[in-house]
């Protein structure tokens, strides 16, 4: 049996490969660059849009937590954001091109994997075994068909993108090196504000035209990407204690903390741009630049990429999916990336490892322990533990409450308590992580072990 992946992002990307991995062939299908999407500027595998980062990599934090069980997985993704790592303090970012073309080679030194150029507009949820990683640009037409199969509407928020400013243009004697906390080695450009240059540039953001929304369009922002403006409509201090915060940030020239900074993070590997970190915006391009002009440093900025805004769609997860990511409705199809509820880059490479794995596991009647039905508490297949950050993440999207789902980033909140009392936050966490990992390895070797002949019998061909 061969399993259908309905988009190569990065859900898609990482789900082909995983099943693979275990022998089971792949039809790997991309609509770009037949068809294109209001974000993507390129046809490649795995695009990131709207940030180059994928999160701390600060020891016993949830999103490390993740990523570690991801390593400890294979995650083939990760691998190739480690190969395109870019400075970036305690964060892993990447060179967005590098990491491209990094999941592109992976993909083609497959051979169980072939990948078709065309749009999927139909979905059959009878035969075979299907993965809808379309991400949160589907098209108009295959919305359509997933709508026909959930029977539900889908739900979507709006999200943006920053900007991006060529580094020659950037006034070195207005900035400073620095990581937040002095984590890393003085990755980022600092561009620090006065409290009149502040003021400034605050009043000038608040007059500043937005780019008109459609007749049809609800402007319903994600509350952990929201647009510069709409956070400072929020009150004249809240970027300083959102994007704009100084604190751990002292600059070395003067000793002291800023009023506010606006910090830039390094784009690619050759250093010769940088993003706006946090500096989303949903402005027209004209008022951009007038705007973004008033940050320190950046009064003769050349911008490579204007912020923008796109509509992001996903599904109503606890209402549809099984904590394996299959639909209740119909078992064969699952559901992976942020079109299933994720939120984040590395959320969106997760849900692509465990469909890949899950789907490998019902994939070419691997045996009596993996039946092909799953029921509506998917108690058939072996389901990785709700006490590590990847069965925390699918539980939380696949149990929230149905009526008000939110899209979600790994945090320790959706993992389970410690039966211990520990007031100690940093060894509470610590714990956490310590609990998630042996966890982890309990049910991959359990796991692996089973899928391990399928990859050996080289099935799926």
């Known amino acids: 049996m061969r399993i259908k992946i309905i988009g190569a992002g990065l ?24 068809q294109t999407t209001p974000a993507h500027q390129t046809a490649d595998f795995g695009e990131l849009v709207c940030s180059n980062s994928l999160k701390s990599e600060s020891e016993n934090t949830a999103p490390w937590l993740l990523k570690q069980e991801m390593r400890r997985a294979g995650s083939r993704l990760l691998q190739c954001a480690d190969a395109a790592a870019v400075p970036a303090g305690h964060a892993l970012a990447v060179d967005r091109i590098a990491f491209s073309h990094g999941i592109a080679e992976a993909v083609a030194h497959e051979p169980l994997i072939t990948v078709h150029r065309e749009e999927v507009t139909k979905i059959d949820e009878q035969d075979g075994v299907t993965i809808i990683a379309s991400g949160p640009l589907t098209s108009a037409a295959l919305s359509q068909e997933i709508a026909r199969l959930t029977g539900s509407d889908h ?7 920053s900007p991006i400013v060529e ?35 605050y009043d000038a953001l608040m007059v500043a035209q937005s780019v008109e929304g459609k007749d049809w369009e609800k402007l319903n922002y994600f509350e952990g990407c929201l647009p510069i403006e709409e956070t400072a409509r929020r009150g004249r201090d809240t970027l300083r204690f959102g994007p704009m915060k100084p604190v751990g940030l002292k600059d070395p020239r003067t000793g002291k903390i800023p009023y506010a900074v606006v910090q830039l993070r390094q784009e690619n ?27 320190p440093g950046l009064e003769n900025a050349r911008f490579l990429r204007y912020g923008q805004i796109h509509r992001n769609t996903y599904i109503n997860a606890p209402a549809l999916l099984c904590a394996s990511l299959q639909m209740k409705a119909y078992p064969r199809v699952f559901f992976a ?53 990847l069965g925390s993440l699918t539980h939380y999207i696949t149990h929230a409450e149905a009526k008000n789902f939110q899209p ?10 410690l039966e211990e009392k520990i007031r100690d936050r940093k060894l509470r966490h610590q714990r956490i992580c310590e609990q998630a990992l042996n966890e982890f390895g309990t049910w991959w070797k359990r796991v692996v072990d089973k899928l391990q002949p399928v990859a050996v019998a080289g099935k799926g061909q």
């Open 408 to 417: 979600a980033n790994i945090t320790f909140d959706l993992l389970p308590q």
């Open 11 to 34: 859900a898609g990307c990482e789900a082909a490969l995983q099943c693979a991995r275990f022998g089971i062939a792949v039809d790997l299908y991309e609509m770009r660059p037949v």
């Open 269 to 295: 590997q050759r250093a010769d741009s940088y993003n706006l970190v946090g500096f989303q915006n949903h402005l027209k391009y004209g008022e951009q630049a007038r705007v973004l002009r008033l940050i």
């Open 155 to 161: 739900l979507s928020f709006y999200d943006s993108i």
């Open 337 to 389: 990336g942020q079109i299933c509820g994720v939120e984040g880059y590395v959320e969106s490479m997760a849900t692509g490892l465990l469909a890949g794995i899950y789907a490998t596991m019902m994939a070419d009647q691997l045996g009596e322990a993996f039946p092909q039905t799953a029921g509506a508490d998917s108690d058939a297949l072996p389901l990785i533990s709700r006490a590590t950050a």
């Open 167 to 201: 580094a020659e243009s950037i006034d070195d004697s207005r900035v400073y090196r620095a990581a937040r906390y002095d984590k890393g080695d003085a990755d980022y450009i600092n561009c620090p504000f006065t409290t009149e240059e502040y003021d400034r540039f």
